[in-house]
């Protein structure tokens, strides 16, 4: 694996930042009519919207204070140097102080050490944020500029309804859909030799639309849709994922762990049987045993104490069932030091099981060997970190990274676990499946 350190920032970082975090009372309403203050997505720019919502809950923010990206093996230490850097030098005032106010920068990074994608770690100029009916606003100018504390209605973009992206088709993207059935088989094959225990395998769509892509329309779809999820957008990454790689808040960690899947057919009756049969499948139950346990051995050295389930249980989103598993922990805290940042936890889960495989350096050896492509930052972390090193990482499925040279273009991303029991063309089946939700935030229905 490649060892290279930091890229230089795009641009320097600012020797100061004055913060302001105000409640507000609730959000402009959409063409004049009743705010809806869950709404947050209405308050995005076209232009490199930042996201990380839920249930109407999360943040949203837009512009650059500050921008940091980083490659290689050393990519997730850059980045958390580069925001403590950014936070020893803010002037903050808090009048919330609630997880999400302060300074925040939203992140994402590349699955693979080697990729080119490396990561970016984004400080925004503007943020709005929900949690639990309050909502706030926060500012960062540069030092100096300090004056009456900020209103939303100077500071939010015009409001302008995104357009859908008129006709979107679709095609193979590094391996086409026959290879990819030899690429699960070789992985199969590898198994069943003894090389791996487990191997995650993915495979990339490209898309194309009539019109450029407004990445709102997109994440309006998802967030309506699919709304146990965490749908996101960073940097052209986009997505909703129903994985949360860790998420810590005052020394309480929780890690969401998802493996093993099936399809719904759209009748309740039928999927309930079918959600009976995934939590019986020795398949599947195999394949999540082993990403719980690649998350709880992860956290074990910073946590005091730890609850890790003994059975999963069926989650159930429009496309598909999953089994998932809520492993939580209590962080420890060294005599004399402060807890890991969410942003180290996150280094040190990836990648778990549930998107690699096990053993881990042996798995990302299959991968790399048989694959046939640069997942880029598709698998990786993303999401968002606070002044305090608490925050929130989701591991980047179910997503698509925009063409930065070409606003007509998107690469989609599946993976799908494989064991020995393994069958390729279910593979393919369950990979099109996971494809679904993306296909349904560039459609015009």
């Given at each position: 694996?490649?060892?290279?350190?930091?890229?230089?920032?795009?641009?320097?970082?600012?020797?100061?930042?004055?913060?302001?975090?105000?409640?507000?009372?609730?959000?402009?309403?959409?063409?004049?009519?009743?705010?809806?203050?869950?709404?947050?997505?209405?308050?995005?720019?076209?232009?490199a919207?930042?996201?990380?919502?839920?249930?109407?809950?999360?943040?949203?923010?837009?512009?650059?204070?500050?921008?940091?990206?980083?490659?290689?093996?050393?990519?997730?230490?850059?980045?958390?140097?580069?925001?403590?850097?950014?936070?020893?030098?803010?002037?903050?005032?808090?009048?919330?102080?609630?997880?999400?106010t302060?300074?925040?920068?939203?992140?994402?990074?590349?699955?693979?050490?080697?990729?080119?994608?490396?990561?970016?770690?984004?400080?925004?100029?503007?943020?709005?944020?929900?949690?639990?009916?309050?909502?706030?606003?926060?500012?960062?100018?540069?030092?100096?500029?300090?004056?009456a504390?900020?209103?939303?209605?100077?500071?939010?973009?015009?409001?302008?309804?995104?357009?859908?992206?008129?006709?979107?088709?679709y095609?193979?993207?590094?391996?086409?859909?026959?290879?990819?059935?030899?690429?699960?088989?070789?992985?199969?094959?590898?198994i069943?030799?003894?090389?791996?225990?487990?191997?995650?395998?993915?495979r990339?769509?490209?898309?194309?639309?009539?019109?450029?892509?407004?990445?709102?329309?997109?994440?309006?779809?998802l967030?309506d849709?699919?709304?146990?999820?965490w749908?996101?957008?960073?940097?052209?990454?986009?997505?909703?994922?129903?994985?949360?790689?860790?998420?810590?808040?005052?020394?309480?960690?929780?890690?969401?762990?998802?493996?093993?899947?099936?399809?719904?057919?759209?009748?309740?009756?039928?999927?309930?049987?079918?959600?009976?049969?995934?939590?019986?499948?020795?398949?599947?139950?195999?394949?999540?045993?082993?990403?719980?346990?690649?998350?709880a051995?992860?956290?074990?050295?910073?946590?005091?104490?730890?609850?890790?389930?003994?059975?999963?249980?069926?989650?159930?989103?429009?496309?598909?069932?999953?089994?998932?598993?809520?492993?939580?922990?209590?962080?420890?805290?060294?005599?004399?030091?402060?807890?890991?940042?969410?942003?180290?936890?996150?280094?040190?889960?990836?990648?778990?099981a549930?998107?690699?495989?096990?053993?881990?350096?042996?798995?990302?050896?299959?991968?790399?060997?048989?694959?046939?492509?640069?997942?880029?930052r598709?698998?990786?972390?993303?999401?968002?970190?606070?002044a305090?090193?608490?925050?929130?990482?989701?591991?980047?499925?179910?997503?698509?990274?925009?063409?930065?040279?070409?606003?007509?273009?998107?690469?989609?991303?599946?993976?799908?676990?494989?064991?020995?029991?393994?069958?390729?063309?279910?593979?393919?089946?369950?990979?099109?499946?996971?494809?679904?939700?993306?296909r349904?935030?560039?459609?015009?229905?």
């Amino acid at each position: 694996m490649s060892t290279s350190s930091t890229a230089p920032a795009r641009e320097p970082l600012p020797r100061a930042l004055v913060v302001r975090t105000v409640a507000v009372d609730d959000l402009p309403a959409r063409d004049g009519g009743s705010p809806d203050p869950a709404d947050l997505l209405d308050l995005l720019p076209a232009d490199a919207p930042l996201a990380w919502v839920r249930r109407g809950d999360g943040l949203v923010a837009w512009g650059e204070a500050a921008r940091v990206e980083v490659h290689g093996a050393d990519r997730f230490a850059a980045a958390e140097r580069a925001w403590h850097e950014v936070v020893a030098h803010a002037i903050v005032r808090d009048e919330v102080r609630l997880p999400g106010t302060g300074p925040v920068a939203f992140a994402s990074f590349a699955f693979d050490d080697d990729s080119a994608a490396g990561g970016v770690l984004v400080v925004p100029r503007v943020v709005v944020g929900r949690r639990d009916g309050r909502t706030w606003l926060t500012t960062l100018t540069d030092a100096g500029r300090l004056g009456a504390a900020p209103r939303l209605r100077d500071v939010a973009p015009p409001r302008t309804t995104p357009a859908p992206p008129g006709e979107v088709t679709y095609r193979d993207g590094a391996v086409d859909a026959d290879d990819w059935l030899d690429v699960v088989a070789r992985g199969v094959a590898a198994i069943r030799a003894g090389d791996v225990e487990k191997v995650v395998l993915a495979r990339d769509v490209e898309a194309r639309t009539s019109r450029p892509l407004d990445v709102r329309w997109a994440l309006q779809r998802l967030a309506d849709r699919y709304r146990s999820c965490w749908t996101f957008s960073v940097d052209g990454l986009v997505g909703a994922t129903p994985e949360l790689l860790v998420r810590s808040e005052r020394g309480l960690v929780t890690s969401r762990v998802l493996a093993g899947t099936i399809r719904r057919t759209g009748d309740d009756a039928a999927d309930m049987g079918r959600a009976a049969i995934l939590a019986h499948s020795s398949k599947d139950l195999e394949e999540h045993e082993y990403a719980v346990a690649s998350v709880a051995r992860a956290l074990a050295p910073f946590c005091s104490s730890s609850n890790v389930p003994d059975v999963p249980f069926v989650l159930s989103l429009p496309n598909v069932l999953h089994l998932a598993s809520d492993v939580t922990g209590v962080l420890a805290t060294p005599a004399g030091d402060e807890h890991p940042t969410s942003l180290a936890l996150a280094a040190a889960l990836h990648p778990t099981a549930a998107v690699c495989g096990t053993p881990t350096e042996a798995a990302r050896r299959l991968i790399t060997r048989v694959e046939g492509m640069d997942r880029g930052r598709y698998a990786g972390p993303v999401g968002w970190l606070g002044a305090d090193g608490d925050g929130e990482w989701g591991i980047a499925l179910r997503s698509a990274q925009l063409d930065p040279a070409d606003p007509h273009r998107l690469r989609l991303f599946a993976g799908c676990g494989v064991v020995a029991a393994s069958d390729p063309a279910s593979e393919l089946a369950e990979s099109r499946a996971k494809l679904e939700p993306m296909r349904f935030a560039l459609g015009s229905d």
